[in-house]
């Protein structure tokens, strides 16, 4: 069974940094594209970024593009999140996802097993 367990969320000012950590066990990490999701309240959940199976590709939705950057280390399970000049509007629950397929996705129906989630919470 795959298991994906976040890590590194928290409260942090406007402006600051947090680098979320999902470690993955119980699968065949290093063939799967990682993703990271967000959900606000009363909001759908929403995509973050992506990273291919090698981390050789990335991709972000607009709203984080230059300000987070996503990563991965094959030999430790594990794929990061670095975020940067974190805005009030970056408070969610953020999601780490995996996609059995490898297909560098920003859909959720793309990715396959979820963890349970991380809060962060931005203060302005």
């Known amino acids: 069974q795959v298991q994906l367990v976040e890590s590194g969320g928290g409260l942090v000012q406007a402006g600051g940094s947090l680098r979320l950590s999902c470690v993955v066990s119980g699968g065949s990490f290093n063939s799967y594209t990682m993703g990271w999701f967000r959900q606000a309240p009363g909001k759908e959940r929403e995509f973050a970024a992506a990273i291919s199976w090698s981390g050789e590709r990335v991709y972000y939705a607009n709203p984080v593009k230059g300000r987070f950057i996503i990563s991965r280390d094959n030999a430790k399970n594990t794929v990061y999140l670095q975020m940067n000049s974190l805005k009030s509007e970056d408070t969610a629950v953020y999601y780490c996802?995996?996609?059995?397929?490898?297909?560098?996705?920003?859909?959720?129906?793309?990715?396959?097993?979820w963890g349970q989630g991380t809060q962060v919470t931005v203060s302005s």
């Open positions: 996802a995996a996609d059995s397929h490898s297909v560098l996705s920003g859909s959720r129906y793309s990715y396959d097993y």
